[in-house]
């Protein structure tokens, strides 16, 4: 892991790891020294790497005694089906935000490693059959959500 981003990435998932409470506390600036980049460099890997769809809530206060938490959150199958509904807008899911809730119901064990795969050579195939984005996200949408709707028939 050579790049910056990756580097925090792997730090602060290793923190939160050791976290008895579950989400840690952390200083933008302090973080950035750490890592010899700038703070807008802390808020890319915190807006792509720790969002609500990876299992993550990422709150800030602002001001001389700020802070950012990071908080891992813990889901139940049907609290993820709730969230992808959610996120969904007229039926539509991004490639992101499909491959981001995979990876969720995998890393909570809800899926094996080969259901992931299939899953998402299912989106892969998405890619590749429509050229057209918003008809893509829209059978993203669908497949997704009968595929959640199949796992709590099976939890």
């Known amino acids: 892991m050579s790049n910056v981003t990756e580097r925090m990435e792997d730090y602060l998932r290793k923190l939160l790891n050791y976290s008895a409470s579950g989400y840690i506390d952390i200083k933008r600036k302090e973080l950035a020294g750490k890592f010899n980049c700038v703070p807008s460099q802390v808020n890319y890997v915190l807006e792509t790497r720790f969002t609500l769809e990876k299992g993550y809530m990422v709150e800030s206060k602002r001001g001389g005694k700020g802070f950012l938490r990071i908080r891992k959150l813990k889901a139940s199958l049907e609290s993820l089906l709730d969230m992808f509904i959610e996120d969904v807008t007229d039926g539509q899911i991004t490639d992101d935000q499909a491959r ?28 590749i059959e429509a050229e057209d984005r918003l008809l893509q996200e829209k059978l993203r949408g669908r497949l997704l959500k009968d595929m959640l709707l199949m796992l709590l028939k099976l939890a």
Request: net charge neutral; no cysteine; hydrophobic share 45%.
């Open 100 to 127: 981001g809730l995979i990876q969720r119901l995998y890393d909570l064990k809800y899926v094996s490693l080969r259901e992931s795969k299939l899953m998402e050579a299912t989106m892969d195939s998405l890619l």
